[in-house]
């Protein structure tokens, strides 16, 4: 039989002898679960707070204002007043026993505001989450050998994986597709989200620090413009190019124009579309960097309903420039280049002068990790 070299480190040490350390070789296997969960727990959670829209509502004719500071997740214990316990810590293997959950208490620490004057801060018990077995906040995490099979666990045990009503469920690895990075693509469907809309287009996944994703798509319709559409509670919405572009940045239309054909100055097709965008722009009677945000706010205003009453259009407009669009970035001169550089490539795109990308290849993916 032949030797496999994996297996070669691995001690067998005798029965009823736990060895000193556990093997790295088979802790290996549990790893990229346990660093990515304690991930979300040390940065992720923290920097989802941070990037939460806080509550704002009227109340009396006074503003009131909702947010989160911080938050925790304690291992898991038994509940306080409980009677006749030797340790109010609670253990893998009694909640497979039990048909129980493994899992901890979150607590967030609430501020509130009364017209912007900050009130007192409370925590608030925000229930309770599964704990992933050998993560930071696990019993087991810096158990050794003896000590797992002291608490009736295997002296090897690798964790990785959760506890949920006694059975144990591991979350398997997601392929996504790759954050951050144009992708030219041809989807028929895309067809039909609008008139004259082609079935080319320039797909980006933004990904923030705290992992949230947004997807944002240039189209290219037929008739020479381009749209650009971005998602808000899952609905679908389109709006011009140019109009976006305007928004962004108070600059002028020359500069814009310049910064567009960039490259391009031989392409006249290309120079003629990016002209008559910027014309269609005017013919709304849109002249100003003002008078953009303020259409797009006025235009998305009823949408957008957790943005306070009070807000002004060109609020509502900067919520949308930065909770929609290209969101893992956060200067909006930053988001004003990318989007230069995916018009770009999506009229080099729709001219059969880029090679066809997909999101189906390999170089266009990555291994998403299961937290929860």
């Not at 989802?48 to 503003?63: G, H, Q």
Request: glycine letters at 6%; aromatic letters at 10%.
């Amino acid at each position: 039989m032949l030797e496999n070299p994996t297996l070669r480190n691995i001690t067998h040490p005798k029965f009823g002898e736990p060895p000193a350390t556990q093997n790295e070789i088979l802790q290996t296997l549990g790893e990229p679960h346990v660093t990515s969960f304690d991930y979300m727990i040390e940065k992720g959670l923290s920097q989802a707070i941070d990037n939460l829209t806080p509550v704002e509502f009227l109340l009396n004719e006074k503003r009131i204002k909702l947010t989160i500071s911080n938050c925790s997740l304690v291992s898991p214990e038994v509940p306080l007043g409980t009677i006749g316990i030797s340790s109010n810590h609670v253990y893998p293997t009694e909640c497979r026993q039990r048909a129980a959950t493994y899992k901890g208490k979150f607590y967030v620490e609430v501020n509130w505001y009364v017209d912007d004057q900050q009130q007192q801060s409370f925590q608030k018990d925000l229930g309770e989450m599964p704990i992933m077995i050998k993560s930071s906040r696990c019993h087991l995490a810096k158990m050794t050998p003896k000590q797992l099979v002291d608490h009736g666990e295997h002296e090897q045990e690798w964790g990785g994986y959760f506890i949920v009503k006694g059975n144990e469920k591991l979350v398997r690895m997601l392929l996504m597709t790759r954050r951050n990075y144009p992708i030219a693509i041809k989807r028929s469907g895309w067809k039909q989200r609008g008139s004259l809309f082609s079935d080319c287009g320039i797909s980006i996944r933004s990904v923030m620090t705290d992992q949230t994703a947004t997807t944002n798509v240039l189209h290219f319709v037929t008739d020479g413009s381009a749209k650009l559409m971005f998602s808000y509670h899952k609905i679908l919405y389109y709006v011009p190019l140019c109009l976006v572009l305007k928004c962004l940045c108070d600059y002028s239309d020359q500069y814009i124009f310049q910064k567009l054909i960039q490259g391009f100055e031989d392409d006249s097709y290309y120079i003629d579309c990016i002209q008559n965008m910027l014309q269609a722009v005017h013919l709304e009677k849109l002249h100003m960097h003002e008078q953009c945000k303020a259409y797009l706010g006025k235009t998305f205003r009823v949408k957008f309903i957790e943005c306070p009453e009070w807000y002004t259009d060109i609020q509502i407009a900067d919520f949308i420039l930065k909770k929609c669009i290209l969101i893992h970035l956060d200067d909006n001169e930053d988001k004003f280049n990318m989007l230069v550089f995916m018009t770009q490539k999506l009229f080099t795109f729709a001219q059969n002068k880029c090679k066809l990308e997909g999101a189906d290849a390999v170089m266009m993916q990555e291994l998403l990790l299961g937290k929860l």
